[in-house]
């Protein structure tokens, strides 16, 4: 998020004026990775936030706008203490905050390095917050290696050797001031000539001095969403999101920027992997169907087995295995049999083969087409979802693919899954799997006025039926539905009919020491016959 150092120096330019003698009242941590200093001075009260978040590493002035911080009290030692001064290392991610109870040291490196540490006058860590350091170890400032860019390998590139040489310009930077040069970034520093040598150090110092001097900060994004701080326009990203007198405000608005961004990342990420199952599923669904198909053959079989059985004069013969006689066209059948059964037998069960599989590769070529349309309708989501930036167009296609595609499952607060199953009207039921599961969806998941079913006086799965109008019964006929999934997935899946008793959540009181008991107040009962969820609207 931050391309280079010299912009903490410059906001800490901005804010050491403000803080300087000011008194640290408190220090809050949200979090692993966010550390807010609350302090005052006179009367004024102000407040500077710490982003310790591998990528999102700043510290700026925190505003106003965002409210009253909130947060876990950390390193007290520090309350009450006056701020000595505010001071950024050069050519460090390093900030530096002495005070009279200790100096915090702020090291921002934007990696998984970055950390706030408390030290007193000898080194001693009295709190540490983000990584590896520990209270009560002796600390010492991390060393980078520092070497002119023109002492790196021959192989090296030019941008590597900018970006990690003494002056740490970073990759953006490196190339920015390549192209500023007209130099391609990629060329080996073997095949610089000593006027574009010349040429570069010059131009380094002209930039340094530029980005410490530059009156202004420009909030940039990459071509992959990610916000960028720079404190000049770069060639390389010509998108700006925003111009800023302040540096510290161009920060706060990009940390805001880039938690969005890793929020539609991590949504992008999660649904890439949801349609890399379902394309899955449907290409072994596709797989299975054109499998089915290819005994379309054993159909006309089994009809002229139980034809030719018919044929026979002893059709109440038992005790064979097997029975070879001519075909209609004088051709040799050996016919299997189970000796168990009669002839007559035997002829019935193979023309019931051949009525099911009749009814399956009917409906497998029913299903073959449906399977590659939606084979095709996820190439198409698939090439949206590379084309989505923003949370709301993710959001979006996440509603249209959950349309498509309703959750079979999902999970639920405290762990575990549920079933899911979407039903009319806007209305879901969610199907526990085993006891912990019960109870977790009951007394975690579900909210007072859902509606809890349970198959009465047998042992089953909890549902909660979820609509859109609060505290008011769904239809009948979607009540009986969801009370019939319900019985489908209780020990009284067998009987011809089961009484499922419904309340409102709020009703539903949890046995101590048996995990998913309940006791119901206020109940109804609704007859239904068990269910099987493939009859279901279901995901």
């Known amino acids: 998020m931050v391309v280079h150092w010299t912009t903490l120096v410059r906001v800490v330019e901005e804010l ?18 966010e550390l807010i200093l609350l302090y005052r001075r006179a009367e004024q009260h102000g407040a ?16 106003s706008a965002w409210g009253e911080p909130e947060g876990t009290a950390w390193a007290p030692m520090l309350w009450g203490a006056a701020i000595q001064t505010l001071h950024a290392r050069y050519g460090e991610r390093i900030v530096e905050l002495r005070t009279s109870a200790g100096t915090l040291w702020l090291l921002l490196f934007g990696t998984a390095q970055s950390s706030a540490v408390l030290t007193d006058g000898s ?4 709190a540490a917050a983000g990584a590896r350091w520990r209270a009560g170890e002796s600390f010492a400032l991390p060393q980078r ?14 941008e590597d050797a900018l970006a990690r040489g003494a002056a740490a310009l970073g990759k953006l930077y490196a190339r920015e001031l390549c192209r ?17 040598r010349e040429r570069l150090r010059s131009a380094m110092a002209v930039l340094l001095e530029e980005l410490l001097q530059s009156p202004k900060t420009y909030l940039l994004r990459a071509p992959d969403g990610a916000p960028v701080v720079s404190a000049i326009p770069l060639q390389e990203l010509p998108k700006v999101v925003g111009v800023y007198a302040s540096p510290s405000d161009a920060l706060a608005h990009a940390l805001r920027l880039w938690e969005r961004w890793r929020k539609a990342l991590a949504m992008a990420a999660a649904l890439g992997q949801r349609l890399e199952r379902l394309s899955g599923l449907v290409q072994q669904q596709i797989r299975q169907a054109q499998e089915h198909l290819q005994h379309a053959g054993e159909l006309e079989r089994y009809r002229h087995w139980g034809n030719l059985l018919l044929a026979q004069p002893g059709l109440h ?28 037998e035997n002829a019935q069960h193979f023309f019931q083969q051949a009525r099911r599989l009749e009814l399956s590769l009917e409906r497998a070529r029913q299903r073959l087409p449906q399977l590659w349309a939606l084979q095709e309708q996820l190439q198409q989501f698939r090439a949206q979802l590379q084309q989505s930036r923003t949370e709301r167009e993710l959001r979006m296609l996440e509603r249209q693919l959950e349309q498509l595609f309703p959750e079979r499952e999902r999970a639920i607060p405290g762990g575990g899954r549920v079933r899911v199953f979407t039903l009319a009207e806007g209305y879901v039921l969610y199907v526990g799997k085993d006891a912990e599961s019960n109870e977790r969806l009951t007394f975690g998941f579900a909210r007072p006025h859902d509606l809890f079913l349970h198959a009465r006086g047998v042992p089953g799965a909890h549902g909660i039926l979820r609509g859109p109008h609060k505290g008011k019964l769904p239809p009948a006929h979607l009540l009986e539905r969801a009370a019939a999934i319900v019985a489908y997935y209780s020990q009284a899946r067998g009987s011809a009919m089961v009484p499922v008793a419904y309340t409102w959540r709020k009703y539903v009181r949890k ?5 998913g008991a309940v006791r119901l107040e206020r109940e109804e009962v609704v007859l239904v016959a068990p269910c099987a969820p493939a009859a279901e609207q279901s995901g």
């Open 16 to 33: 050491r004026a403000e803080c300087t003698g000011a008194v640290l009242e408190r220090l809050l941590l949200r979090g692993r990775h």
């Open 48 to 63: 500077i936030h710490v982003a310790l978040s591998p990528g999102a590493s700043a510290l700026f002035r925190r505003p």
């Open 123 to 126: 080194g001693k860590i009295l």
């Open 145 to 158: 290696p520092s070497r002119a860019w023109q002492e790196f390998p021959p192989e090296t590139s030019c």
């Open 180 to 196: 500023r040069c007209g130099i391609e970034p990629t060329l080996p520093l073997s095949e610089l000539g000593e006027a574009h």
């Open 317 to 344: 013969q038992r005790g064979m295995s097997q029975l070879c006689v001519r075909g209609w066209e004088g051709e040799q059948n050996c016919i299997p049999l189970k000796p168990e059964r009669s002839l007559y």
């Open 511 to 515: 046995l101590r020491k048996v995990p």
